[in-house]
């Protein structure tokens, strides 16, 4: 069964949206459930084309949300402790792992950074007044 065959079947668009798609196979239902009078092998094919419109419908939805789940936020550091508080709040498990998450990016980073920029400058100072005592010695003795 295509999924036009599964559309005509329900009377509905072939580009339906989920809603209406499950309203019809409900519609429809009443008139061929094998408890109300219809014929199970009718029944049945009006079940299958359900199934065939929806699972285009979700699929068509689980690629869109891969898609967006895959593009980087503006912030990827705070991605982290944002998803690990949001799943805290159902799972307690998780509460001391947000904590240290946040610990990390609020405390962390910027402590990491001022390290780093201290390093740093411990040694392009000592490069720089090397550079300065070559340069004034050559002036001094060419």
């Known amino acids: 069964m295509t999924r036009q065959d599964a559309a005509d079947l329900l009377g509905i668009p072939v ?3 989920e809603n209406v798609i499950r309203q019809a196979y409900r519609q429809q239902c009443w008139r061929l459930h094998p408890d109300g009078g219809g014929v199970a092998s009718q ?3 009006l079940t299958k084309a ?3 419109l929806l699972a285009d419908t979700l699929e068509s939805e689980t690629a869109r ?3 967006t789940a895959k593009t980087p936020g503006l912030f ?5 402790p944002l998803r690990v508080s949001k799943a805290a709040v159902h ?5 001391l792992r947000a904590v ?5 990016v609020v405390i962390g980073l910027p402590f990491v950074y001022i390290v780093a920029k201290e ?10 007044v090397l550079f300065i005592a070559l340069v004034i010695f050559r002036r001094l003795f060419s």
């Open 15 to 17: 580009n339906a949206p």
């Open 43 to 45: 029944f049945r094919l």
């Open 50 to 52: 359900r199934d065939i």
């Open 65 to 67: 949300h891969d898609r």
């Open 76 to 80: 990827p550091l705070w991605s982290y």
């Open 91 to 95: 799972n307690p498990a998780l509460r």
């Open 100 to 104: 240290r998450s946040w610990i990390v």
């Open 119 to 128: 390093l740093l400058m411990l040694s392009v100072i000592p490069l720089f």
